[in-house]
């Protein structure tokens, strides 16, 4: 309750004027004074206290509830007075944080009515990556004066996240049998040969061997089917997200190299790779090489708060993770520096016996020497100035 001081004056100087003035006009005045602290007295008795209210969520998302970077989010508030309000009108004031610390405000005067429910319904701006929560939902009325403010706050739970933007890639050059960007210790690992486990059934192609028709399938379907079978697994992959807060100038480059890391993750598990991450923020985070969807999933989710202030030397935070790092693994390196830094952390992984491939994140820069000196070396890698531009990328375009 603010500004109770003023009712309280004006009666008290009614009162004042009665005892030194006398007169109907003086004792008039009193009584009006009287009714309107009683009004006061009902405003503050009553007030907001009956006031109750839910708060729902319709994500506006096509994947299945998920949220991904540029969806929005319909907001649905019912509040409901179970008395009488004394009110006039009451503002609902609504505050979205975002784990990095930035918000969005919402406010809205509503009329209250006699045991009746009010709903108030708005839509967020596009979300950006990370976590969010509403804050406590304040409701604020004043009398029909504007002499006396009452304020309640609800604490209705609406806690979400944000996944990162991905970008379907359909193929990656890395995980075919002939691709010239891994190296000789894994040439004969990449050749994914079929088992003889029986994996499903698919449409017949032509071509297909009369071993491979899925007879019984076939007669009750009454088209050609053919059997699906395993393919071996292909050597263990690491993503290495560099989150160093020197590696990226504009904050934009980093939502594009953790685009590029969740779009990465939604490919090896429609391949069945078994896929790890690390990354290299203010602490050090390293899931290993894992091919189910739950594993992937917590990848994902750590992808969604992660921040770029990462301090310190790339390849002597990782020399000393020698279990996520074995022999034979794809190193796979996603940052947008290219200095003498990166080339020294390429070169650890690849004297480790692992192949190490560099993803470059933003445009490619005239002076090219940088990506003259590390394919002088052997080292490969591509260059991912958008995300739109990552599955062209991904098929098998070098430095540029």
């Known amino acids: 309750m603010k500004r109770l001081w003023r009712p309280v004056l004006l009666w008290f100087v009614c009162l004042m004027y009665t005892v030194y003035q006398g007169g109907k006009i003086s004792i008039m005045l009193l009584m009006m004074a009287t009714i309107l602290m009683i009004y006061w007295v009902l405003c503050s008795r009553i007030g907001l206290r009956k006031l109750s209210g839910t708060r729902t969520l319709s994500m506006d998302s096509g994947m299945g509830g998920l949220m991904q970077a540029g969806d929005q989010v319909h907001v649905k508030l019912n509040l409901e007075h179970s008395g009488w309000a004394p009110h006039p009108f009451v503002i609902v004031r609504e505050i979205l944080q975002r784990h990095s610390g930035g918000s969005w405000a919402f406010e809205e005067s509503v009329i209250p009515r006699f045991r009746s429910g009010v709903q108030i319904s708005f839509q967020t701006p596009p979300l950006e990556r990370g976590r969010y929560s509403f804050a406590e939902t304040e409701c604020s009325a004043e009398d029909i004066f504007g002499l006396i403010k009452h304020t309640r706050t609800f604490d209705f739970k609406g806690d979400f996240y944000v996944l990162p933007r991905t970008v379907f890639i359909p193929y990656w050059h890395l995980t075919d049998r002939n691709s010239r960007f891994a190296g000789p210790e894994n040439a004969q690992s990449l050749s994914r040969r079929e088992t003889t486990q029986i994996n499903g059934v698919r449409e017949y192609v032509y071509g297909d061997r009369l071993s491979r028709i899925h007879w019984n399938a076939t007669a009750k379907t009454g088209s050609w089917k053919s059997k699906e079978f395993e393919h071996e697994s292909l050597p263990k992959t690491v993503l290495v997200l560099d989150a160093t807060q020197s590696s990226y100038l504009d904050p934009a480059d980093f939502e594009l190299a953790v685009s590029t890391v969740a779009s990465l993750l939604d490919y090896s598990a429609r391949e069945r790779i078994s896929i790890g991450m690390c990354t290299l923020g203010s602490s050090f ?10 594993d992937r999933q917590r990848m994902v989710q750590h992808l969604v708060d992660i921040k770029a202030d990462g301090q310190g030397n790339l390849k002597d935070r990782l020399a000393g ?52 000196s590390l394919s002088q070396q052997g080292l490969r890698g591509i260059v991912v100035p958008s995300l739109q531009e990552l599955p062209v990328s991904m098929r098998g375009g070098r430095y540029d």
């Open 285 to 294: 985070k390293g899931f290993l090489p894992m091919n189910n969807a739950a």
């Open 321 to 372: 993770k020698k279990e996520l790092f074995a022999s034979g693994t794809f190193f796979v390196l996603i940052s947008s520096r290219k200095d003498k830094e990166i080339l020294e952390t390429l070169q650890w992984a690849k004297s480790n016996q692992m192949s190490p491939y560099h993803i470059f994140i933003g445009e490619a820069p005239q002076d090219g020497r940088f990506f003259i």
